[in-house]
């Protein structure tokens, strides 16, 4: 059983969502750390080329999940970074419209 834990955290390792394991390293070498992306920074950088965008856009643009980009601009609407603009767009699958919020950099 053990060694099915093993294999899971080797594939964390290969997707990059974990560090080397102890037991991989070469003794005498370091493990590297993986990189933390710092998306607050990406996400003003973006918005003040692009404008104003959804999370869905935004998300599509950083190539993140939607999720991650909305919980982002969610943490930074209530840091004051940036504000929540309410729109609404036209449904491509469907008739009528539907509300988002566009996210913007605060004046």
């Not at 643009?61 to 004051?80: E, P, V, Y």
């Not at 699958?93 to 950099?105: P, Q, R, S, T």
Request: glycine share 6%.
């Amino acid at each position: 059983m053990a060694w099915k834990y093993l294999e899971f955290e080797r594939l964390q390792v290969t997707n990059r969502k974990r560090s080397n394991l102890p037991c991989d390293v070469v003794e005498g070498t370091t493990i590297k750390k993986t990189k933390k992306i710092d998306y607050k920074r990406l996400i003003l950088k973006t918005l003040k080329i692009t404008g104003p965008v959804t999370a869905r856009e935004l998300g599509a643009i950083l190539k993140i999940k939607t999720k991650s980009a909305s919980s982002h601009c969610q943490g930074m609407t209530l840091d004051g970074v940036l504000q929540k603009i309410p729109h609404a767009r036209k449904r491509e699958d469907a008739n009528g419209h539907m509300e988002c919020w566009l996210y913007d950099i605060s004046a």
